[in-house]
């Protein structure tokens, strides 16, 4: 330990003068930042600032935050180390007393470098709150821009105004499609050069055949594997619908990527036809994504595999759907592309987001009048719920409104309009893909149904079905915020930005010098489960494989499994403080803070849980004795954390404290081994022969075979008065729990045998009868 320490504090010093070298780079960092942050505020403060500038400084900012969280991450444990190399030397003697040179200058050193760590540290949480502030900033410009494009008016497509702009730039836009048309076709004459002909020819084979031959081969591979390897149910529906999705988009995608890059491999592309052809491969990614979603809904060839709740004749009515809204969007983002690449007029540029708004709206009114026919020859059998009606009636309003805003003259609107249903519709379908998929894969792995997870994870079948319920509503909230994001993207809010935002929500909140944040509660919940799962089948293993194998009593074998359990869900539960933050210390707060709640409301639950573990360590009672409590009297058959179960002679169940059986009187029948005892006493008249009554007895008592020979039983003469003879006749039996019905056994053959023999009882006589536990009398017959 000695030699450990030195070589530990000689590494932090390297480290920490490592990262004090670095000082001048830090300040340069700050100064560069600040500049850089004062820059973008000027400029926003001039305004006219295009959304393609306002990204980029939300970019930088962003940059900014990040490198300034980075470096306070990386400053601080070498600042807390630093203090306690300081706590360690302790505070500076006092003016007059001596002290050694190279500790005095330790201490300096370390002074220095504490100063400085802990002003970098400050500097750099001023310069993220500054990028904080300063995204901000540049969010509510990007709103403003974003609401002036909409509230901006522009000609009427019905006035002549609007042609005569789109025709005053015609010759200006039809120059630069011109250069990129002749940039691609010599870029293609020279992929077709005799020297790279079979390369070009060799790619765009590859693709064809693997766009539309290869996912056709998929298509059926994956439909026989659905088929024969996953079980029937819902899992084999979704899991074969969103292999259809993948397929159609990997497969066309990728099919368009592999004969684009047999064109140019030998670089004929470059400059905007390269940035084209990269537009175009993100285009037919896109579009094959939206047609492989419609026909993993729509399903029009195998409706027995649908998993929405759409009609036979509503899907045969759309069996075009998948190919026109596929097609369409691939091609808008071509032409939005081609626009942004060659710097295409305004004027073009409206037109092109005008013929993209009224396309949008005429593919859902299309939509929308096959559903109406359907809907209006099915709504007699069977009527359709409530919010399929709204969501129809919405769906027509908003086409109304794209269309009214297109031919009015505000374009961006109608523009936003049209595709914010398209992108609605695709991220609602792929949330219900998923959504689908989760839920009938943990259906088929954590349910009661399933007899492999019970016997792996040793779970309750509800259990598994609560855990089931839980997962896939953790899961749904999930895919719902995730939607938020996405749906918000048109509006200027990319999911890098809500991941921005949700990750300075992971510092948490501040309770005192606690924090709590959702990062630690997510880990203590998970760390809480796994270690549950863990100790509950280590707690089986102990059980049912290792105890059996040792010399145990079962008894014992099951208060060391319940104690093991014990001792592991509370070694579970502090592992879980520990990673919610929560030190030993803290623990020990919370606790003394909680004696005070423990003192007054739950004195009775502590004191049992005490006497439960006081139970299964001394075992003055285990599972299987049987045990006699006041009136309470039985088999011994569970001891809870709480209360131990007590179950009655006649299959009833009593629950009792442990309390009780700690501090009262119990009596333990079983604890030795002992026997169980049958005693009666029997009353015959004054005349009859002793000896005879006696050998009666015990012939009868010999004869039971649940009567032991060791200890003997005995038939004793106890008294004489009364005109009667008191016999009291003692047995022996192997079970206690059998006394009554022995007892009752022996009365009913003596009784015969004594009658046989003429020896006769005093009438009316009663009989006393004792037992290990009641005393009935049953009278002379």
Same mark, same amino acid.
């Given at each position: ?63 900014? +935050? ?152 998929? $298509? ?139 396309? !949008? ?16 020859? $099915? ?6 719920? =409530? ?22 003259? !505000?374009?961006?609107?109608?523009? &936003? ?12 379908? +792929?949330? !219900? ?50 939607? /938020? ?70 008894? /014992? ?8 359990? !014990? ?15 929560? +030190? ?6 919370? =606790? ?52 131990? $179960? ?67 039983? =005995? ?33 009913? $053959? ?10 006769? &009882?005093?009438?009316? /006589? ?16």
């Amino acid at each position: 330990m000695t030699i450990a320490r030195p070589s530990f504090l000689l590494f932090l010093l390297l480290a920490v003068s490592s990262a004090l070298a670095q000082s001048p780079d830090s300040a340069k960092f700050f100064d560069d930042a600040r500049a850089q942050i004062a820059d973008m505020r000027k400029q926003l403060g001039n305004g006219d600032i295009d959304d393609g500038k306002l990204s980029q400084f939300r970019d930088a900012a962003a940059t900014l +935050s990040s490198q300034a969280d980075a470096m306070v991450a990386e400053r601080t444990p070498a600042l807390a180390a630093i203090d306690a190399r300081l706590a360690e030397l302790g505070p500076a003697p006092e003016k007059g007393s001596s002290e050694a040179a190279d500790i005095a200058a330790q201490r300096a050193d370390l002074g220095r470098q504490s100063t400085a760590l802990d002003a970098e540290i400050k500097r750099a949480k001023l310069l993220g709150i500054d990028s904080q502030q300063l995204s901000g900033e540049i969010a509510e410009a990007r709103r403003t821009n974003f609401l002036d494009r909409l509230s901006q008016r522009t000609a009427s497509p019905w006035t002549p105004t609007f042609w005569a702009d789109l025709a005053a730039n015609a010759s200006r836009d039809a120059t630069r499609l011109t250069s990129l048309r002749n940039s691609v076709r010599n870029a293609l004459a020279d992929s077709f050069a005799p020297d790279n002909r079979l390369t070009s020819i060799a790619g765009i084979a590859c693709g064809l055949l693997l766009a539309l031959f290869g996912r056709r081969l998929a $298509e059926r591979v994956l439909q026989r594997l659905s088929a024969h390897r996953l079980v029937s149910g819902r899992l084999r529906r979704s899991a074969h619908a969103v292999a259809l999705v993948a397929v159609a988009t990997l497969f066309t995608g990728g099919g368009a990527q592999l004969a684009i890059a047999g064109l140019d491999a030998s670089g004929s592309f470059s400059g905007v036809g390269k940035a084209w052809l990269a537009a175009l491969i993100s285009a037919i990614y896109i579009g094959s994504f939206v047609a492989g979603l419609c026909r993993a809904l729509l399903s029009v060839s195998r409706p027995s595999w649908r998993l929405a709740p759409i009609p036979d004749a509503l899907a045969q009515r759309l069996h075009h759907a998948p190919l026109l809204f596929g097609g369409f969007s691939a091609l808008t983002i071509a032409l939005v592309a081609t626009n942004r690449l060659l710097g295409i007029s305004l004027p073009a540029t409206i037109a092109t987001s005008c013929c993209i708004a009224l396309g !949008y709206g005429a593919l859902i009114v299309w939509v929308l009048t096959r559903v109406r026919v359907v809907s209006t020859a $099915e709504s007699q059998a069977q009527p359709h719920p =409530a919010w399929i009606g709204f969501t129809i009636a919405a769906l027509w309003l908003s086409v109304i409104a794209s269309f009214v805003a297109a031919l009015s003259g !505000y374009i961006a609107v109608a523009y &936003l309009i049209a595709g914010q249903l398209v992108w609605l519709g695709i991220i609602v379908a +792929s949330c !219900y893909l998923l959504v689908c998929l989760v839920e009938d894969l943990v259906g088929g792995v954590l349910s009661s149904r399933t007899n492999w997870a019970q016997r792996t994870l040793g779970l309750a079948p509800h259990t598994l079905d609560q855990s089931a319920v839980l997962f896939i509503g953790a899961f749904r909230v999930l895919i719902f915020v995730l939607a /938020m994001a996405a749906a918000l993207v048109p509006f200027g809010t990319r999911p890098a930005d809500l991941l921005a935002r949700t990750s300075k929500l992971g510092s948490g909140l501040s309770i005192g010098e606690f924090q709590l944040a959702p990062s630690a509660v997510f880990g203590a919940i998970l760390v809480f489960a796994l270690g549950s799962i863990v100790v509950r089948a280590a707690q089986r293993w102990f059980a049912e494989r290792f105890l059996p194998t040792t010399r145990l009593e079962p008894a /014992m074998r099951t208060s060391v499994s319940t104690i093991l359990g !014990y001792v592991g869900l509370i070694l579970v539960v502090a592992l879980a403080l520990s990673e919610l933050g929560l +030190s030993l210390e803290r623990i020990a707060w919370v =606790a003394s803070a909680l004696s005070v709640g423990i003192g007054f409301g739950l004195q009775a639950v502590v004191q049992n849980f005490v006497s439960g573990l006081i139970l299964l360590a001394e075992r003055p009672v285990k599972v299987g004795d049987w045990v006699a409590l006041g009136e309470t009297e039985g088999d011994i058959r569970r001891i809870h954390v709480r209360a131990t $179960e007590i179950r009655m002679a006649d299959h009833s169940t009593v629950i009792v404290p442990n309390s009780e059986l700690i501090t009262k009187s119990v009596r333990n029948v079983t604890r030795a081994g002992a026997e169980g005892r049958v005693r009666f006493t029997l009353p015959v008249a004054l005349d009859s022969d002793p000896g005879r009554v006696r050998e009666i007895a015990l012939a009868v008592l010999a004869g039971h075979p649940a009567v032991l020979a060791q200890p003997a039983p =005995a038939v004793l003469l106890d008294g004489i008065g009364d005109n009667r003879l008191v016999f009291v006749i003692a047995a022996f039996i192997a079970n206690p729990r059998d006394t009554g019905s022995v007892r009752s056994d022996l009365l009913l $053959e003596l009784l015969a045998q004594l009658r046989t023999q003429g020896i006769s &009882l005093r009438t009316p /006589m009663p009989v006393t009868l004792e037992g290990a536990t009641t005393n009935p009398q049953v009278e002379n017959p």
